[in-house]
């Protein structure tokens, strides 16, 4: 939870005709997004979805393109299912840090393989705002494929593209910054580092993350999650006490 403190200055009017500068001081309280975690059976689940909306589709893909870095494991995995051999990836850059937007979504990773005449499965972790979707459509479109279809294990409704297949529907309501088993350390290192500005201890950063982004907590073990990170040198750990470098 974020506290800011900010003045708003106004004129008043008295019976001198002449103005004061009154000064009021607000204290607005300001909720932090949701964060989850997400499970492995909630991605084998939405997987299966993708490939359940391909088959009642009669949509057999050539290939199949990952999105870097959200789609990957997901394209894997449809790619099983479906007994796909030729899996290939685009990367494309949208969100920098944990919930953080880099600005407009670009193309940062192209295909140096021939997808001309082929029939195409486009695959993503979540489509929220549609950006990064949009784009890759767009660019495997322009290498003249016989076909493409768009798949994303989320689909947020309002993003500004819907694609074909998804695994789950939510509205924006329920949109939460979903971390994924691929992203866990990542994503709770820069949660954490938001609010640690001093030596905390494993049990206070595990009650932050949860007051913070209303986190379930009990689904990773944030200790180990901690120590690991630890190693490459991203956190300090003397005893029981967690500090950043």
């Not at 309002?158 to 088993?181: H, M, N, T, V």
């Not at 932050?208 to 379930?216: M, P, S």
């Amino acid at each position: 939870m974020i506290i800011i403190i900010f003045q708003i200055y106004y004129q008043l009017f008295i019976k001198t005709n002449k103005f004061k500068i009154r000064t009021i001081t607000y204290l607005l309280i300001v909720m932090d997004f949701k964060a989850t975690f997400v499970s492995w059976k909630n991605i084998e689940d939405w997987t299966k979805g993708i490939m359940k909306m391909a088959v009642e589709d009669n949509y057999s893909p050539d290939i199949i393109i990952g999105i870097a870095r959200g789609g990957l494991v997901p394209a894997r995995m449809v790619a099983d299912y479906l007994f796909i051999k030729d899996l290939l990836t685009i990367k494309t850059e949208h969100w920098g840090l944990t919930a953080t937007m880099d600005g407009k979504a670009i193309l940062k990773g192209k295909l140096n393989y021939d997808i001309k005449d082929k029939k195409v499965l486009v695959v993503d972790d979540i489509t929220d705002t549609g950006e990064s979707m949009q784009i890759s459509y767009d660019y495997i479109k322009s290498l003249n494929p016989k076909e493409v279809k768009t798949a994303s294990m989320l689909y947020v409704n309002g993003s500004k593209y819907r694609p074909d297949y998804y695994g789950i529907g939510l509205s924006k309501e329920e949109w939460a910054w979903f971390i994924f088993p691929w992203n866990v350390y990542e994503d709770t290192y820069n949660l954490s580092k938001k609010f640690m500005d001093h030596a905390m201890t494993f049990e206070d950063i595990e009650e932050e993350l949860k007051k913070h982004y209303n986190l379930n907590t009990g689904e990773v073990d944030i200790s180990d999650v901690i120590k690991n990170i630890s190693t490459i040198k991203k956190m300090e750990i003397k005893g029981n006490m967690v500090s950043l470098p």
